[in-house]
């Protein structure tokens, strides 16, 4: 079976390419496409501008994606689409431009699609970046099918446009009239839908969980190279980058001072993901703000800042230097989960919540909201809390409830186990094999 797999972007730290965005979303899509490619043959599309390759250290063909074969398939048919929807786009220029691009690019997606003849296309995400790819997989009769790794439609603290929004309301309500195959990542997405968008039960949804890799590396792993600041020094360090916008100590240096605090009896948490309103770290400043009994606790962020720096200045307003890490971008998180007691995960809106199996991969227990769209595939009460009211009183009672408690961390890697990659990936597969057999 051919598959080709389509998505905005990914984020792949081995292609610099696709280094620019480092999401939840690039990473999930990358490993999606890595691992299905190790069962199937598999091309990726992106709308990066690429050269591609077929690396054969890669389970999957890169299909290059260059200005020069964007413009010499474009048609003219492509051109008055751009042109049409330049006139008619209310939007800002720039957005204007954008959408301009996504039309002219059909010409060469056209001509991927007669080159490569995948027996199925699957499309990561729905938006104005999606929307010609299923228009052109309708007019040429190719069977595809559309993963969803979140909605932006219902929720208010994801920055996205009205007309974005309308264009996933309409996609979801015709893809049940007309029986198009969607998967979405999480049982609480696909009951959302249902319940504002659909009205009624989805018959063409199906939820496929994320899934994350087996760690190889044990609890007594250590860092691929050694830091040389003391916990002194590190302190100073840190100070110095909180006053510089997206600054930083190195990972080697983080990895010493937690692991000095930890065999110093220090409790340490984690809060993975990048830092947004949405994901709504500031909640978690709130609690260790002012509250005695996190005295002896480190929280550590981890992830890129896309909030403005606000989380940063509460951090310096609240003189909680020594107590909150901003920790950046961690493409090494592996090796860092052996220090974590506890990992919080308090976003106002998610699709599913990555960070909370890779943390049970390594025994690593959760704190997280009821109303999550995933609480209900990943709440095991021998691996998490929940939280029913989203107030800072009702997460500190919580997160101190979860540090008192004795968690075996064997049950919580068993756990994990149930949301391993490659299970992910055979679901994926036998998605594939149905929709392949269906009549047209």
Not at 260 to 282: E, F, H
Not at 392 to 411: F, P, R, Y
Request: charged share 25%; with cysteine; proline share 2%.
């Amino acid at each position: 079976m051919k598959v080709m797999i389509i998505a905005p972007y990914i984020y792949d730290p081995d292609m610099p390419e696709f280094t620019g965005n480092k999401t939840g979303f690039g990473i999930m899509v990358h490993n999606i496409v890595k691992t299905v490619g190790e069962y199937e043959e598999v091309v990726l599309l992106t709308r990066a501008i690429t050269s591609g390759g077929n690396n054969s250290e890669k389970s999957y063909k890169v299909l290059s994606h260059t200005w020069k074969q964007i413009f010499f398939n474009t048609r003219l048919n492509d051109w008055l689409r751009g042109a049409r929807t330049f006139a008619l786009n209310s939007r800002t220029l720039k957005d204007r431009i954008r959408c301009v691009f996504y039309e002219l690019d059909g010409g060469y997606f056209k001509r991927l699609i007669r080159k490569e003849q995948p027996d199925i296309v699957h499309i990561h995400g729905i938006g104005t970046i999606t929307q010609s790819y299923i228009r052109i997989c309708e007019e040429m009769k190719i069977k595809y099918a559309v993963t969803l790794h979140g909605l932006i439609g219902l929720n208010a603290s994801i920055s996205a446009s009205e007309c974005e929004k309308q264009i996933e309301r309409d996609f979801l309500v015709n893809a049940a009239i007309k029986n198009v195959p969607v998967s979405v990542i999480s049982s609480g997405m696909k009951t959302r839908i249902e319940k504002y968008y659909l009205k009624s039960k989805a018959t063409n949804i199906n939820v496929i969980t994320n899934g994350t890799a087996k760690s190889r590396i044990n609890r007594m792993s250590t860092i691929y190279k050694k830091g040389h600041l003391d916990e002194q020094e590190y302190l100073e360090k840190y100070c110095t980058c909180l006053s510089v916008d997206n600054s930083y100590p190195k990972l080697e240096d983080t990895f010493n001072y937690l692991e000095y605090s930890k065999n110093n009896g220090k409790r340490i948490l984690y809060y993975v993901g990048n830092i947004t309103k949405n994901k709504n770290q500031i909640q978690a400043v709130e609690m260790f703000r002012n509250n005695k009994e996190f005295q002896n606790s480190i929280l550590v962020l981890w992830g890129s800042e896309v909030d403005g720096g606000e989380v940063r200045k509460k951090i310096i307003e609240y003189k909680l230097e020594r107590r909150i890490i901003l920790g950046g971008f961690n493409n090494k998180m592996n090796y860092f989960w052996k220090m974590c007691d506890l990992n919080l995960f308090f976003s106002m809106n998610d699709g599913f919540g990555l960070p909370i199996i890779e943390g049970y991969m390594h025994g690593i227990p959760c704190v997280m909201f009821e109303d999550l769209d995933a609480t209900v595939d990943l709440f095991y009460p021998e691996a998490m809390i929940k939280v029913k009211d989203r107030n800072v009183d009702a997460i500190t009672n919580a997160v101190k409830v979860a540090l008192n408690k004795s968690w075996n961390q064997e049950e919580i890697v068993k756990i994990g186990t149930l949301f391993s990659i490659e299970t992910m990936a055979k679901t994926y597969i036998k998605w594939y094999e149905n929709i392949i057999k269906q009549q047209v």
